[in-house]
């Protein structure tokens, strides 16, 4: 249940693992509309901030677990489909800081553990590097200090949901469109999907990748949803900005969309409104981003805000991704934690191995 992300990649693993499935995605929309085609487009493992976070909140090992999923998931989008195909852009990743960072004095150090415990991960000696004189140079204002991680870029994700569409169905896949799981049932035949267009379904297992939307048909996994809002600008002559950026451990996030600007977040500054299943936006949260632009862009660059969109994350309470048998032969596979471009080619993997073990 679910033609997102995690669905789209849950169904490829297991055709790929057993070619006979009989294999059937139900999406309730004509697209996905959760996060999966609403997202920003970043293609990336976690800033240092957010790590640092993590790791004092979750610990290490956690914490590298997640991060290595994530950094393991772009490295498979990368391989199975062409650069041009979903836009990818090895554009780099960059992090923004200022000195009420509770670590900023620290910082150096932090990024040398950080890159230590990368390292194996990465095969890369310095996977993040401070570079605080490039600041100026992609044409931002109102900063510290940067950090950059060349290993990260952005993508299309509408892009890539095409692409794997296109995959799944040429492996026999069936994807029926319009389709709103209401509730399931077991009986004697098997599993009994209802829906709100009055189709029953019949199946011997069901994974639900409803995201966000998961506490609908389970409220005891206590899913968090979370709103995320990006705005656009207009075309900007003369943007020297290049790249995916973050700020304020990851609660504002920003990059190029060819000479515009895309920037999302600030949820941080009204969590309670924000934690919602609704796709509408605010005046509330434009403001704040609107705003952000005008002290962190350099005043010379003249643009009008363009778009305003939202998208709906899920988030648990220890940030990791949920993968869990709820019954016999019921499964689920949500909350990606604002990660789901990166998470999910690992989290179908560990989905369909899941299934394949009850079949």
């Not at 934690?275 to 605010?282: F, L, S």
Request: glycine share 8%; aromatic share 10%.
């Amino acid at each position: 249940m679910g033609g997102g992300l995690m669905g789209l990649w849950t169904a490829y693993e297991l055709k790929k693992k057993n070619p006979y499935l009989k294999i059937t995605i139900l999406e309730r929309n004509t697209i996905p509309l959760g996060a999966s085609t609403r997202n920003a487009g970043f293609a990336c493992f976690g800033s240092p901030t957010e790590i640092i976070h993590d790791i004092e909140h979750m610990g290490l090992e956690t914490t590298l677990e997640v991060v290595k999923m994530r950094y393991l998931g772009i490295e498979k989008i990368k391989a199975h489909f062409g650069m041009a195909q979903m836009e990818f852009d090895p554009c780099g990743g960059y992090e923004c800081i200022n000195k009420d960072y509770v670590h900023f004095d620290q910082l150096d150090e932090k990024i040398t553990e950080l890159n230590a415990h990368l390292k194996d991960l990465t095969d890369q000696d310095q996977t993040f590097l401070r570079i605080d004189s490039a600041i100026a140079d992609k044409g931002m204002i109102g900063f510290d200090a940067m950090i950059e991680n060349s290993l990260e870029g952005s993508l299309h994700s509408g892009k890539l949901v095409s692409a794997l569409i296109q995959k799944v169905q040429a492996a026999g896949v069936s994807i029926l469109n319009g389709m709103e799981v209401v509730f399931w049932e077991k009986k004697p035949q098997g599993i009994i999907i209802h829906t709100a267009q009055q189709i029953l379904f019949t199946c011997n297992q069901v994974l639900f990748c409803t995201n966000a939307y998961g506490n609908t048909l389970f409220p005891d996994l206590n899913i968090i949803p979370a709103r995320g809002q990006v705005i656009v600008t207009s075309p900007i002559e003369g943007l020297k900005l290049t790249g995916t950026f973050h700020f304020d451990e990851g609660f504002y996030y920003w990059r190029n969309l060819g000479n515009r600007i895309l920037l999302g977040g600030a949820r941080n500054a009204d969590f309670e409104t924000e934690q919602t299943t609704e796709t509408a936006v605010t005046d509330l949260i434009k403001n704040k981003l609107t705003r952000f632009l005008k002290d962190h862009i350099h005043p010379s660059y003249q643009y009008t805000i363009e778009d305003h969109w939202s998208g709906i994350m899920g988030f648990t309470e220890n940030k990791k991704p949920l993968l869990s048998q709820v019954s016999d032969n019921v499964f689920v596979a949500i909350a990606c934690n604002g990660m789901g471009v990166a998470l999910t080619p690992i989290m179908g993997e560990k989905a369909a191995e899941l299934m394949l073990l009850y079949f």
